[in-house]
């Protein structure tokens, strides 16, 4: 992408306007699990993309971080490394709550042209708690209709190595139940903005010849990482596109991951459309920049200015 245009979009898209949730979760120990393929994929979207590493939240890694879990500054944060009363430097951070899993909200997927600001979310919790992780998402971001929202797990209806493209997966959804007092995904969703189709399903094919808290063989592993979750993180950048055309390009495909081609320019069009806006401390510094408003009160201006135009050179150098 052009440093103009991701300069324009890391300005002026405020607002999220999509969001894919990953789901198969259960926990640290069962992270390379085949009900887990999920978290792969969302892995790959971060490593094309490369947002800024503050903008990756994750409540896991990040429990020393100036915020808590509302995303206010934590009081008295850092006083017994600092020996000092002063607050955490807050400008370079965005306020995000803990939702209890991953989340970054700075991916620029789509067109290059016209992208969409997409954010990610992988719940951290039992498969019990989805749904009471999703509803605090939902509470903050109200505005997204539910059509603008894609679920991506993996499934055993579909054969190993495939991936498939569920619309409106309103009907399934509605048949997951949680523990009395807790919401259930479905109800979670239904917290989000009304819209006239149901959010959508990206399933990714594990088989089912065993189970989903089951490894994978070196064979399976290597052909996850060949074709599998490649494809699985261009799906989900075309999805934010088109649906339909998404659904469409992926029935096209052969079921069999060794069918399925693999060249060069396969390879460039399945790493393609995955971008990321500019990190939340250098938006901090162009709005700055624009604005003349100072980012801190212990930074001089001369060091803003320094600040300012390392950022300008290392982006005329893109």
Avoid at 4 to 33: A, D, M, P, R, V
Wanted: net charge positive; charged share 25%.
């Amino acid at each position: 992408m052009k440093k103009e245009k991701l300069i324009e979009f890391s300005l002026s898209k405020s607002k999220i306007e999509k969001l894919i949730i990953f789901l198969g979760y259960e926990s640290q120990s069962n992270i390379q699990c085949r009900g887990s393929v999920g978290l792969r994929v969302s892995k790959m979207l971060l490593d094309n993309c490369r947002p800024g590493l503050n903008d990756i939240h994750d409540p896991d890694v990040c429990r020393a971080h100036g915020r808590d879990s509302h995303g206010r500054s934590r009081r008295g944060h850092g006083l017994a490394e600092k020996k000092g009363s002063r607050g955490p430097q807050l400008w370079d951070s965005e306020r995000v709550p803990d939702y209890s899993g991953l989340w970054c909200d700075r991916l620029l997927l789509g067109h290059h042209e016209s992208p969409s600001r997409t954010a990610i979310f992988v719940p951290h919790v039992p498969s019990k708690l989805i749904g009471d992780a999703v509803g605090r998402v939902a509470q903050s971001h109200r505005h997204l209709p539910r059509d603008s929202i894609l679920l991506v797990k993996a499934s055993s209806g579909v054969p190993f190595g495939g991936v498939e493209l569920e619309p409106n997966s309103q009907e399934s959804l509605s048949e997951e139940t949680a523990p009395s007092g807790l919401p259930s995904l479905h109800s979670a969703l239904q917290n989000f903005g009304s819209s006239r189709r149901g959010c959508d399903r990206l399933w990714i094919g594990v088989g089912n010849k065993r189970g989903h808290l089951d490894g994978f063989s070196a064979a399976e592993t290597a052909v996850l990482e060949r074709h599998t979750v490649p494809l699985a993180s261009f799906a989900a950048a075309l999805w934010t596109i088109n649906p339909e055309r998404c659904a469409q390009y992926l029935k096209g495909l052969p079921q069999d991951p060794s069918a399925l081609p693999r060249s060069p320019t396969t390879n460039k069009l399945w790493h393609s459309m995955q971008f990321s806006m500019l990190s939340t401390r250098d938006c901090a510094l162009l709005h700055s920049r624009l604005t003349g408003n100072p980012l801190d009160a212990r930074l001089s201006d001369a060091q803003r200015n320094y600040l300012i135009e390392t950022l300008l050179h290392r982006l005329g150098e893109r």
